[in-house]
């Protein structure tokens, strides 16, 4: 198993930016594929995007498509996600996922969770 812990979660207002960062540890980061998911109150844990473990694939929902961006650092052992043009109903608690693919990964075929990070957009 690896251990995520993420960061980078807070309070914006709508049309804003924030970075998310899922930090790993405890096995080879390197041969990870990794994702994000969310969950807003009342509602299931959804999918949110994935990463191959070299970078080269890539799975968005369609409704982050065009405004967010998954990349991984191999070297730092950590995976980002660039939330641009936050809108109030992209307002959840933001996991990160490890896998090992990023297609299983899309399925919901997760190996390891971080704790979670809020992330709150303003109207």
């Known amino acids: 198993q690896v251990q995520l812990v993420e960061s980078g979660g807070g309070l914006v207002q709508a049309g804003g930016s924030l970075r998310l960062s899922c930090a790993a540890s405890?096995?080879?980061?390197?041969?990870?594929?990794m994702g994000w998911f969310r969950q807003a109150p009342g509602k299931e844990r959804e999918f949110v995007t994935a990463?191959?473990?070299?970078?080269?694939?890539?799975y968005y929902a369609e409704s982050v498509k065009g405004r967010f961006t998954i990349s991984k650092d191999n070297a730092k052992n950590t995976v980002y996600l660039q939330m641009n043009t936050l809108k109030p109903e992209d307002t959840a608690v933001y996991y990160c996922a490890a896998g090992t693919s990023a297609f299983r990964i899309r399925q919901s075929l997760v190996g390891s969770w971080g704790q979670g990070t809020q992330v709150t957009v303003s109207s």
């Open positions: 405890g096995r080879t980061f390197s041969n990870y594929a």
């Open positions: 990463i191959g473990w070299n970078g080269g694939d890539t």
